[in-house]
Antibody, heavy 114, light 107 residues
Framework: EVQLVESGGGLIQPGGSLRLSCAAS????????MSWVRQAPGKGLEWVSV???????YYADSVKGRFTISRDNSKNTLYLQMNSLRAADTAVYYC????????WGQGTLVTVSS | DIQLTQSPSFLSASVGDRVTITCRAS??????LAWYQQKPGKAPKLLIY???TLQSGVPSRFSGSGSGTEFTLTISSLQPEDFATYYC?????????FGPGTKVDIK
């Protein structure tokens, strides 16, 4: 059974850094496209980043230069390193498999506030 | 960036109604469009991909059509479990934008 379990969210001050993790089971992360999608409270979905099986990465303009997507093949885990966080980054962050997304994690809430 | 608009933003309907949601792209995206359903507090669920292909396990009352810049999601006979918010997403070019959503509520 495919499962995606995010962790690492929490309350962080503006300008701070946070790393989200997404532990995958039931499939191999490195063989699939893996994305992060976020949803601000009461708002719609926003695609954030993707890492392809070959390792290429792409980002939304809103996070480019501040966020880094990566994976650890030995741990079958996806990551999102988030630096220079802003209030506008406050959202539930979902880990997602493939494009279009066929499996989603449960989400982890990141709150950027002083 | 490709912008997606959805209409209507909000839809009030009854069980058994036929419901149609439209998604328009600011430029042509061929058939690189997916539809998702999201219920409150839950992750989205993939319904349709490649504009008209039904995801495995999704009831056949859901269907999608369109290509280029105009797409539709149709629910042939609305069921109680279908009350949710629906999003389209384009996968033609980066960033892979989502539409703003259409909330389907109970009349």
């Amino acid at each position: 059974e495919v499962q995606l379990v995010e962790s690492g969210g929490g309350l962080i001050q503006p300008g701070g850094s946070l790393r989200l993790s997404c532990a995958a089971s039931g499939f191999t992360v490195s063989n699939n496209y893996m994305s992060w999608v976020r949803q601000a409270p009461g708002k719609g979905l926003e695609w954030v980043s993707v890492i392809y099986s070959g390792g290429s990465t792409y980002y939304a303009d809103s996070v480019k230069g501040r966020f880094t997507i990566s994976r650890d093949n030995s741990k079958n885990t996806l990551y999102l390193q988030m630096n220079s966080l802003r209030a506008a980054d406050t959202a539930v962050y979902y880990c997602a498999r493939d494009l279009p997304v066929d499996y989603w994690g449960q989400g982890t809430l990141v709150t950027v506030s002083s | 960036d490709i912008q997606l608009t959805q209409s209507p933003s909000f839809l009030s309907a009854s069980v058994g109604d036929r419901v149609t949601i439209t998604c328009r792209a600011s430029q042509g995206i061929s058939s690189y469009l997916a539809w998702y359903q999201q219920k409150p507090g839950k992750a989205p669920k993939l319904l349709i991909y490649a504009a008209s292909t039904l995801q495995s396990g999704v009831p056949s009352r859901f269907s999608g059509s369109g290509s280029g810049t105009e797409f539709t999601l149709t629910i042939s006979s609305l069921q109680p479990e279908d009350f949710a918010t629906y999003y389209c997403q384009q996968l033609n070019s980066y960033p892979f934008t989502f539409g703003p959503g259409t909330k389907v509520d109970i009349k």
